[in-house]
């Protein structure tokens, strides 16, 4: 069980009290206190944490009885001892899993209706931010619409973390992606918190969501930030790494052996107290002050990871630091150039084009056409597929469809995108949504091709995505 043979077994008994040696830090405590009763003629079953010779910690359940001599006094303790560490393991995975599982329908069933009411929110705001001459009002509006962003990021983190976020899902460089976000680390991080990034030449690619990514490498940096208020060191570190049946068992048995990329980012902060380090990466779990943290940062870095097929895990000591490992299974591809645009409002760049614009929500529909309208396109609004339709098939000559993915009725966006390119091949369309994953998930290879819109947008993102699917620029 401790993989000592039974010699060392017996020496390590006796060269500590009650053999403390043998058990992880966390249980001594209470160890000493079921041997304490059985010294004074109890019998305990108990399980406890126990340690392997090379350290690694194995749950064990154990049952320990006196035995007494002639005069009746306890002598000597007889016990059973039982590894329990896999079945440990597949419950703690199997609580993971129903918690995701809750989550999950949580987030599904709310973040449509609440993208939907940010579309409304963030829109109006745009428009009053545009017609506004007064400052008073402008820095009003300003204040507003960085709260309604911070929603909409909010959404996202819970909809990564329940791995319903849509991925747009790249092979890529991590060193390159991590050199790029020099920039934004550093205005991130205060001037007493020195940054090193050990990028090693020759890592392997990766298949991820760039901004995904990202975004999952400052929130650690964050974190580590937050570890040290008085100022250190944050060292991201990235390695090719081959995982052999061994190792992964130590990770838990969520991993597949193989080759993967890891990239680490680890502080000489003041680390997490056991009881942190096991809920750290449950949404909600935080030990910031309110309004500080959400606790939904390294729930979305782990919703994240397993959604690309790789693994978290963290290493951290009170005093010492933290490291948090994320584990990126190897793509064997060259590694796509980054073609995200870097948007600035460019209002009215778009020439006059028709679009017709399908949306159920009576207030997403109003808001998106004044925007639209704003950037110069003439608008014709559709409540549903089926009326979207019939304008399609009028004289009215459309350019573009907007359309919404999830609508009542039995038509929804997917399906009119399909009807509609099978009688007019040439329409250009976009999809926008609120959760994009459900609808579009048994879309065909057009269907998932055409760009995608998440509610709520902004001004500059929907003339950019606009104007790129009617002229084909970007
Ligand atoms: N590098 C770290 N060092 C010490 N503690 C950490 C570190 N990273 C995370 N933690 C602990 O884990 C908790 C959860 O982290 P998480 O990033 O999920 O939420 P948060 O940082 O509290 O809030 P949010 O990221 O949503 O703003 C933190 O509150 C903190 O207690
Ligand atoms: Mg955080």
Redesign the pocket.
Same mark, same amino acid.
């Given at each position: 069980m401790n993989d000592l043979t039974p010699e060392e077994f017996i020496e390590a008994c006796s060269s500590s009290q009650f053999g403390l040696g043998l058990i992880h830090p966390d249980s001594r405590e209470a160890y000493l206190a079921a041997c304490k009763e059985v010294e004074h003629g109890g019998t305990v079953n108990h399980e406890y944490k126990g340690l392997k010779k090379n350290g690694d910690t194995i749950y064990v359940r154990e049952t320990l009885a006196p035995i007494r001599n002639e005069d009746g006094k306890v002598a000597k303790m007889i016990g059973t001892s039982i590894d329990i560490t896999v079945q440990r393991q597949t419950e703690l995975q199997l609580r993971q899993a129903q918690k995701m599982e809750a989550v999950g329908q949580l987030t599904a069933g709310i973040s449509h209706d609440f993208n939907n009411l940010l579309a409304v929110i963030l829109g109006n705001l745009e428009l009053i931010r545009l017609r506004g001459d007064d400052t008073d009002i402008r820095a009003h509006t300003d204040l507003a619409l960085a709260a309604t962003e911070r929603g909409a990021r909010l959404t996202q983190q819970l909809l990564a973390y329940s791995r319903q976020i849509t991925m747009d899902t790249v092979v890529l460089d991590p060193n390159e992606l991590i050199r790029n976000m020099d920039d934004l680390l550093r205005r991130s991080l205060p001037a007493t918190i020195q940054v090193e990034t050990v990028l090693p030449a020759g890592l392997w690619h990766i298949a991820a969501d760039r901004t995904q990514l990202e975004s999952a490498v400052l +929130?650690l940096a964050? +974190?580590?930030r &937050?570890?040290l208020p008085g100022g250190g060191k944050v060292t991201i570190e990235t390695a090719n790494i081959c995982l052999d049946d061994n190792e992964c068992a130590k990770h838990g048995l969520e991993i597949e052996p193989g080759r993967y990329v890891m990239i680490a980012v680890s &502080?000489t @902060? =003041? *680390?997490?107290s056991p009881l942190?380090l096991e809920g750290?990466m449950d949404p909600f =779990? $935080? $030990?910031?002050p309110i309004g500080e @943290? !959400?606790? #939904? *940062? #390294?729930?979305m870095v782990s919703g994240f990871t397993r959604q690309t097929g790789g693994h978290i895990s963290i290493h !951290?000591e009170p005093e010492h630091g $933290?490291t948090?490992r994320l584990y990126f299974p190897e793509a064997a591809e060259p590694a796509q150039p980054d073609k995200r645009s870097h948007i600035e409002p460019d209002v009215r760049s778009a020439g006059p084009a028709n679009i017709l614009l399908v949306e159920d929500d009576e207030d997403v529909r109003a808001v998106v056409a004044a925007q639209l309208k704003e950037l110069g396109f003439a608008i014709l609004e559709a409540e549903d597929a089926k009326t979207g339709l019939s304008v399609l098939r009028s004289e009215t000559r459309i350019d573009l469809l907007l359309t919404d993915v999830d609508m009542p009725g039995s038509m929804q966006g997917p399906d009119l995108v399909d009807t509609a390119l099978k009688e007019f091949p040439h329409l250009k369309t976009v999809f926008m949504s609120g959760h994009a994953k459900g609808a579009i998930a048994n879309a065909n290879d057009a269907t998932r091709a055409i760009p995608k819109l998440t509610k709520p947008v902004q001004m500059a993102e929907l003339d950019a995505v606009i104007s790129q699917a009617i002229h084909g620029q970007s």
């Open positions: +929130n964050i +974190n580590a &937050d570890a &502080d @902060g =003041f *680390g997490m942190a750290a =779990f $935080t $030990t910031k @943290g !959400s606790g #939904l *940062g #390294l729930a !951290s $933290t948090v």
